[in-house]
């Protein structure tokens, strides 16, 4: 069975920094792209980032309005994904997920997501 | 970037209805596209992928369809475990996008 649990949400200043952990089993990690989606209170759906597969030299990708503030890494020998997340704003407060994303099929799994709130 | 438009953005029906959601995009791409169901507090789920493909376990009363730049998502006979927020999400082109939502609600 697919699972995805993550930990790491809290509170946090604005300009600090968090750092969110997704441990996978079930499947093979080192094998899926991986993808971070938040989700502001109330709000629609909006995607982070993404994770390449081992196969596509574990690139990653970014939305606008996160780009050059998070980073997407991995570590396949632990099966997690991480989002480190810097010079937090407000507006970076939400419920983060991490899910494994199909390539061109969409996220097929996600994980319960971890709140994190950015305030003074 | 490849906006996606949902309407409406709320609905309200009843069980056993036939229910329609459009999503539209900004310009033209493959048929990358999915939907997800959202109930309140917890995570999405993958209905329907490449725009008409039904994901593993999801009932057959949910069917996908479009092309290009109108996409549709089709409840046949709405049932009480449906009442919930639909979202599309283009795959064709980074950064992915998601449309705005749709909450469908119990008339």
Same mark, same amino acid.
């Given at each position: 069975?697919? %699972?995805?649990?993550?930990?790491?949400?809290?509170?946090?200043q604005?300009?600090?920094?968090?750092?969110?952990? /997704?441990?996978?089993?079930?499947?093979t990690?080192?094998?899926?792209? &991986?993808?971070?989606?938040? %989700?502001?209170?109330?709000?629609?759906?909006?995607?982070?980032?993404?994770?390449?597969?081992?196969?596509?030299?574990?690139?990653?990708?970014?939305?606008?309005?996160?780009?050059?503030?998070?980073?997407? #890494?991995?570590?396949?020998?632990?099966? #997690?994904?991480?989002? %480190? &997340?810097?010079?937090?704003?407000?507006?970076?407060?939400?419920?983060?997920y /991490?899910?494994?994303?199909?390539?061109?099929?969409?996220?097929?799994?996600?994980? %319960?997501?971890?709140?994190?709130?950015?305030?003074? | 970037?490849?906006?996606l !438009?949902?309407?409406?953005?709320?609905?309200?029906?009843?069980?056993?209805?036939?229910? !329609?959601? !459009?999503?539209?995009?900004?310009?033209?791409?493959?048929?990358?596209?999915?939907?997800?169901?959202?109930?309140?507090? @917890?995570?999405? @789920?993958?209905?329907?992928?490449?725009?008409?493909?039904?994901?593993?376990?999801?009932?057959?009363?949910?069917?996908?369809?479009?092309s290009? !730049?109108?996409? $549709?998502? $089709?409840?046949?006979?709405?049932?009480?475990?449906?009442?919930?927020?639909?979202?599309?999400?283009?795959?064709?082109?980074?950064?992915? $996008?998601?449309?705005?939502?749709? @909450?469908?609600?119990?008339?």
């Open positions: 069975e697919v %699972q995805l649990v993550e930990s790491g949400g809290g509170l946090v604005p300009g600090g920094s968090l750092r969110l952990s /997704c441990a996978a089993s079930g499947f990690f080192s094998d899926h792209y &991986m993808d971070w989606v938040r %989700q502001a209170p109330g709000k629609g759906l909006e995607w982070v980032g993404r994770s390449r597969n081992k196969a596509n030299s574990y690139t990653t990708e970014y939305a606008a309005s996160v780009k050059g503030r998070f980073t997407i #890494s991995r570590d396949d020998s632990k099966d #997690s994904l991480y989002l %480190q &997340m810097s010079s937090l704003k407000t507006e970076d407060t939400a419920v983060y /991490c899910a494994r994303g199909l390539v061109f099929k969409g996220f097929d799994h996600w994980d %319960q997501g971890t709140l994190v709130t950015v305030s003074s | 970037d490849i906006q !438009t949902q309407s409406p953005s709320f609905l309200s029906a009843s069980v056993g209805d036939r229910v !329609t959601i !459009t999503c539209r995009a900004s310009q033209d791409f493959r048929s990358y596209l999915a939907w997800y169901q959202q109930k309140p507090g @917890k995570a999405p @789920k993958l209905l329907i992928y490449a725009a008409s493909t039904l994901q593993s376990g999801v009932p057959s009363r949910f069917s996908g369809s479009g290009g !730049t109108e996409f $549709t998502l $089709t409840i046949s006979s709405l049932q009480p475990e449906d009442f919930a927020t639909y979202y599309c999400q283009q795959l064709n082109s980074y950064p992915l $996008t998601f449309g705005g939502g749709t @909450k469908v609600e119990i008339k």
